[in-house]
């Protein structure tokens, strides 16, 4: 199947009139679909239900089955005004050795119950807040430990990936990364404009990413990610063309260029965010057909929600083979694997089961301390999320629907089960955001790929019944 975009058709299709006829209907709040249900319905859970699910999938697992592991890095040293990530603003390099501690701690404590151990780490992410606020030796530790806990491979195609705040390394640092075996890495870019940087709190020039972007290629990392994002303060349609021109010149292999979401009831960093500044959801809806349309006449693809990738990259070639998955980290090749979150705020998910460390720094100890896993909150899908998790994923990584597929694999009669969202989907369909290619397969059209997210809420369960009194998601423009 063919899963390219018509840029040119995506711009001369969204006049004003267009664009506006659209924002009245689509502009509403909806999760970002990179787990179904979303976290927001995690309810208290506890560790013996996660452990259960790793014991039970450890049973049917081959010690040859691989497994992702997830590593949060919480501190940052300054807030990025835009954040909504879960972080701890510090200046205080001592607040990582008893982190350090807690994770090893986290890592034998799995080790000891389950036999994860056994089976290689194919995927490896450390994220944040900034990984890169570990000073080298903590990082050589952090990895010595990983590697104690866990089996990490050495295959060529394993992919261990590291955020990077552009701020905080140098050649020398990117040389060790590359040492202790990461072979991917991201680069968080978000805007090369002066104005919009000091917007946001987070100035690095454009010589800077460049003399790094020139370091990564040096060292031999097998991919470089830019992540960028548009809607924040100050950007201007002019600006986010200059800003691509960059990002084109330095050449990232995978783009992932995010919605901002201005939440600042939910993100207190934000509110240093000045309504007036941010583009209207018009400006926004422009800014995302010129990236669109600028990133795949340069030769990138875009694969679904927020990424691009170029033509040659594994996630293009996964799409095409009808092996792309989508969760936490964006867009992933494989699908069957266990993920397994540590540190404060990760989630896991194994079988049926998500679960989500303590967000609050100090209960991630506590429990820890306790001799405890520090899981708190999560959720056991029932078989209507598991079938309503496969249709969000054949929609935001294929951008079509296989209905004879999804009736077969959940004996279910579709028009029947979805009767009410068929009748929902009718107005997508004279919107011309959806194409039914014969009764039983639908696909996205070229326009209905800026609206994935509202067309994945149509066939979201937990929204149709929430009545949030906080807005908890960015709305979907
Ligand atoms: S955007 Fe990244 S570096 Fe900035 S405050 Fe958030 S987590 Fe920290």
Redesign the pocket.
């Known amino acids: 199947m063919n899963h390219q975009i018509d840029s040119y058709q995506l711009n001369t299709m969204l006049s004003s009139a267009r664009i506006g006829e659209l924002l009245k209907k689509y502009d509403r709040s909806g999760p970002r679909y990179t787990s179904y249900p979303p976290a927001t319905e995690f309810k208290t859970l506890t560790a013996q239900v996660y452990l259960d699910a790793l014991l039970q999938r450890g049973y049917a697992a081959l010690p040859s089955d691989p497994i992702s592991v997830y590593i949060h890095i ?3 040293s ?3 005004f ?6 701890v ?1 510090t200046r205080n390099p001592s607040a990582v050795r008893k982190y350090l501690d807690h994770l090893r701690k986290e890592m034998a404590l799995l080790r000891l119950q389950t036999n994860l151990h056994q089976r290689p780490v194919t995927q490896l992410h450390l994220g ?3 990984p890169t606020f570990l000073d080298d030796a903590e990082m050589t530790e952090l990895i010595h430990h990983t590697s104690h806990y866990f089996n990490l491979v050495n295959h060529a195609d394993r992919d261990y990936s590291v ?1 990077v ?1 552009p701020r905080t390394v140098n050649l020398a640092r990117i040389q060790l990364l590359r040492g202790l075996g990461f072979n991917r890495i991201s680069l ?1 870019v ?1 805007d090369f404009d002066d104005d919009v940087q000091c917007a946001i709190n ?1 100035q690095q020039s454009v010589a800077s990413i460049s003399a790094l972007v020139s370091a990564i290629r040096i060292c031999g990392f097998r991919s470089l990610n830019f992540d960028l994002i548009y809607g924040l303060p100050l950007q201007t349609l002019e600006s986010i063309d200059e800003t691509l021109r960059h990002v084109i010149a330095l050449s990232p292999d995978r783009i992932s260029y995010y919605n901002y979401a201005h939440l600042p009831e939910r993100f207190p ?1 934000q509110r240093a965010i000045r309504a007036e500044d941010i583009p209207s959801a018009s400006v926004k809806l422009q800014m995302l057909t010129t990236i669109i349309g600028t990133l795949t006449a340069a030769g990138y693809e875009y694969i679904g929600i927020d990424h691009f990738v170029k033509k040659d990259d594994p996630l293009a070639r996964a799409q095409a083979e009808g092996k792309l998955c989508r969760n936490f980290q964006g867009y992933s090749v494989e699908k069957s694997q266990e993920l397994v979150g540590l540190g404060v705020s990760s989630i896991s998910s194994t079988g049926f089961v998500f679960a989500q460390n303590a967000v609050q720094l100090e209960r991630y100890y506590q429990a820890l301390d306790a001799n405890q896993l520090p899981i708190e909150r999560g959720l056991v899908s029932k078989l209507e999320d598991v079938l309503r998790r496969e249709i969000i994923q054949q929609l935001t990584c294929y951008r079509s629907l296989n209905i004879d597929a999804i009736e077969k694999e959940f004996n279910i009669d579709f028009a029947q089960h979805f009767s009410a969202t068929l009748h929902e989907l009718e107005q997508f369909e004279r919107d011309g955001l959806i194409r039914w290619v014969d009764p039983k397969h639908m696909t996205v059209t070229t326009e209905g790929t800026l609206l994935l997210r509202n067309l994945c809420m149509a066939f979201d369960e937990y929204l149709q019944r929430s009545t949030p009194l906080r807005p908890l998601f960015s709305r979907a423009i």
């Open positions: 919480p501190f940052c300054t807030p990025c835009y954040c909504g990530c879960n972080k603003i944040g807040g900034t955020e705040d968080g978000q987070r960093a």
